[in-house]
């Protein structure tokens, strides 16, 4: 049952999940992302997390922060977002295959820190999964860094932990 399950019982360490230091490039971080994950049974959202030069947590990368990071400026530009709504979903599609082809590459030495999303969340260890689960819910969050004293990084709690501990208490096991 959830009820009384902490954070700390449940976290991944981490050092025991994938992680990069914000200079690396969005090749080096798309590179790592592949190994890391590569063969898994189970699919999930895929996070790597990004490090400053003294190991504080300042960033997460996704799929999605990768691919825009890749991605050409039609997407994320305000005056351009506005037309592409206008347009149907395969115009604005096509429009931006072709500048994803044409920039990708060049895109890729960027250093992650212009592609990840900054860490503005985080819980105790010793906070109950119920807590987790919120946060995460309200911010739509795949995973939580764990912190303790609000200060030491310990490790991370994942949507999947939090899953499968409360569909648990749900089905009663």
């Known amino acids: 049952m959830a009820d009384g ?11 025991d999940y994938p992680h990069v230091p914000y200079w690396f490039s969005i090749e080096q971080a798309v590179q790592l992302m592949r190994m890391a994950f590569a063969g898994r049974e189970r699919p999930e959202p895929v996070v790597i997390l990004v490090f400053d030069e003294k190991y504080n947590l300042v ?22 977002q506005a037309s592409l709504q206008q347009t149907d979903d395969t115009g604005a599609a096509l429009l931006w295959d072709k500048q994803f082809i044409a920039d990708a590459k060049t895109k890729a030495e960027k250093p992650v820190s212009e592609a990840m999303a900054p860490v503005r969340y985080f819980i105790g260890p010793d906070e109950e999964i119920t807590s987790a689960a919120y946060t995460m819910l309200r911010h739509n969050l ?28 749900v089905e009663g096991d």
């Open 5 to 15: 399950i902490k954070i700390r019982e449940l976290m991944i360490n981490i050092f």
């Open 59 to 80: 960033g997460t990368l996704g799929r999605n922060d990768l691919l825009r990071g890749l991605g050409p400026e039609v997407i994320t530009m305000p005056d351009t």
């Open 142 to 169: 795949q995973i939580l860094p764990v912190l303790e004293g609000k200060k030491q990084l310990l490790g991370i709690i994942r949507m999947s932990e939090v899953f499968e501990a409360l569909t648990a208490a």
